[in-house]
C-alpha cells in the first residue's frame, strides 16, 4: 500500500437508546435490548494519508473528526467500508487514558506503555527517556493521584512518543504543560516528521493548522467535503463558517430599534477608486465605510481591523488613537480609511468594521461588521510570515573583524 493510511468508503455510527430494557422478560417480550435510534457520525469517508505528510483534519464540533482518529487507531472499528494502516499507530488521544491513580508515575508507565504494544523489556529499556522527556525524576515513584495536571499530561505524552510510532493521532492534546515543555513537544514532532513519521492532527486551532500541516481535511455532516493545501482549506472552511454566521446575524435595518449610527456596505478599493477582492503584495488598499445616522451623534469612534483567514490578529486602529475628530454627525456619508503600501504575503485576510459610542473605554459598540470583508493577497516572493519586512543583505567579514581591521 503506497499510503500510510487508506480509509475507502468509511462509515461509522452510535446507537443512541431511547430506552434500555433491563430484564431478561422486557428483552424477550420486545426481542430487542431497547428503543435506539442510529446516528451516522461518518458517511463514506475516503481519505490517502500519505507517508511522512502532516494531515490536519477540521470541522466543527459533531462533524466526526475524533471518530476518525480513534478508527485510525483501532480503537473503533467501521460499520461499513475499510481502513488499512501500514505501520505503528500511536494516539494522543486521551494522555493518560488508562493510567490508574493509585499506581506509581513507574508502575503507570509499564501498564500505559504494554497497551500501546510494548514488551517489558522495550519499556525497562525506554524508561529513563520516558522519565527525562516527561521531567518526572523526582515523582517518578509516587503515586499518580498526587501528580498535577501538567504532570499527568506530561507523563501520558511522553510515554505515547516513545512507543516508536510510525503514525502519529493527535487530537487536540498539543497544548500539554507550561510552555517549555510545548516547545519540547513540538520539536519532537518536527523531529518526528524530518525522520518520514506521519502525522494525523485534529485540532480547533487553525493556526496551527495553517502552519504545520501539509494537507488538510474539512468534514462536515460526517462527509468529506474537500481536502488539499493546509492554506485553501482552511481558508474555505472559515469562508463557509462567516457566511453561516452572517445568515443569523439580525439585520439591524429592519429592527424597530435601529442605532444611532449604522454602517452602509464597505467596499475595498485599489489606488483607482475600483473595488477589489485581491491585491499584489505591497499595493494600496482603501477602506471605504459608509454609513448613515438616524439619530444625531457626537464623535463617535470607527474601527478598523485586519485578520488573516485562520484569524491571526493582523492589525487595527480607530479614528480615536489616529487623532481624527469626528464632531457631531447627521444624514450619511463614508470615511475611507487608506493603506499605501499593505506588503502582506500570500494568504486571505478579513476585514472587520465597527462603530463605537465614544473614545472613553468600555464604550458600546454602536455596530459593526465582524470580519465581514475578504480580500486575498498575492506575492510572487518566497519568503514567508505575515508580512514583508525591508531588509538587505551584505556579505563580508563580522562587525567585530571589520572594526578591528578598520582600527
Request: proline share 3%.
Amino acid at each position: 500500500m503506497a499510503a500510510a493510511v487508506a480509509l475507502r468508503q468509511v462509515h461509522k455510527r452510535y446507537r443512541v437508546y431511547r430506552e434500555r430494557y433491563r430484564s431478561l422478560k422486557e428483552i424477550l417480550m420486545h426481542r430487542r435490548l431497547g428503543e435506539w435510534e442510529d446516528h451516522w457520525v461518518l458517511r463514506g469517508i475516503d481519505l490517502d494519508i500519505e507517508r511522512g505528510e502532516m494531515l490536519g483534519i477540521i470541522g466543527a464540533n459533531g462533524a466526526g473528526k475524533s471518530t476518525t482518529l480513534k478508527l485510525i487507531s483501532r480503537i473503533l472499528v467501521p460499520d461499513r467500508g475499510q481502513i488499512e494502516v501500514a505501520g505503528r499507530v500511536s494516539g494522543l488521544l486521551e494522555l493518560g487514558a488508562g493510567f490508574q491513580p493509585e499506581y506509581t508515575g513507574r508502575e503507570n508507565v509499564f501498564l500505559n506503555a504494554s497497551l500501546l504494544g510494548l514488551t517489558r523489556g522495550q519499556i525497562a529499556d525506554r524508561l529513563p527517556a520516558i522519565v527525562a522527556f516527561a521531567e518526572l525524576e523526582d515523582a517518578i515513584d509516587t503515586p499518580l493521584r498526587t501528580y498535577s495536571s501538567g504532570m499527568y499530561m506530561r507523563l501520558g505524552f511522553s510515554v505515547a512518543v516513545h512507543s516508536s510510532p510510525e503514525i502519529l493521532v493527535v487530537d487536540e492534546v498539543l497544548a500539554v504543560g507550561d510552555e517549555a515543555f510545548q516547545h519540547k513537544c513540538l520539536d519532537w514532532i518536527e523531529g518526528f516528521r524530518r525522520q518520514g513519521g506521519t502525522i494525523v492532527l485534529v485540532s480547533h486551532d487553525l493556526g496551527t493548522v495553517r502552519q504545520m500541516c501539509d494537507r488538510v481535511a474539512w468534514i462536515e455532516g460526517g462527509r468529506l467535503r474537500q481536502v488539499g493545501t493546509a492554506a485553501d482549506v482552511v481558508d474555505a472552511y472559515v469562508d463557509s463558517v462567516r457566511e453561516e454566521e452572517s445568515r443569523t446575524e439580525p439585520d439591524a435595518a429592519s429592527g424597530t430599534d435601529r442605532p444611532a449610527i449604522e454602517l452602509g456596505h464597505v467596499r475595498l478599493l485599489d489606488r483607482a477608486g475600483h473595488a477589489v477582492d485581491s491585491i499584489e503584495a505591497g499595493a494600496d488598499l482603501t477602506v471605504e465605510i459608509p454609513y448613515r445616522v438616524h439619530r444625531t451623534v457626537t464623535e463617535p469612534v470607527f474601527g478598523v481591523a485586519i485578520h488573516r483567514g485562520d484569524g491571526l490578529y493582523v492589525y487595527g486602529t480607530n479614528t480615536s488613537v489616529d487623532g481624527v475628530g469626528l464632531g457631531r454627525l447627521a444624514g450619511q456619508g463614508a470615511l475611507r480609511l487608506s493603506f499605501p503600501a499593505l506588503d502582506l504575503l500570500s494568504g486571505t485576510y478579513r476585514v472587520t468594521v465597527s462603530i463605537l459610542g465614544s473614545a472613553r473605554p468600555g464604550a458600546p459598540v454602536v455596530d459593526s461588521h465582524y470580519q465581514r470583508y475578504t480580500f486575498r493577497a498575492r506575492s510572487a516572493k518566497g519568503d514567508q510570515g505575515l508580512v514583508r519586512l525591508d531588509h538587505e543583505w551584505e556579505v563580508g567579514q563580522p562587525a567585530k573583524e571589520r572594526k578591528a581591521a578598520a582600527g
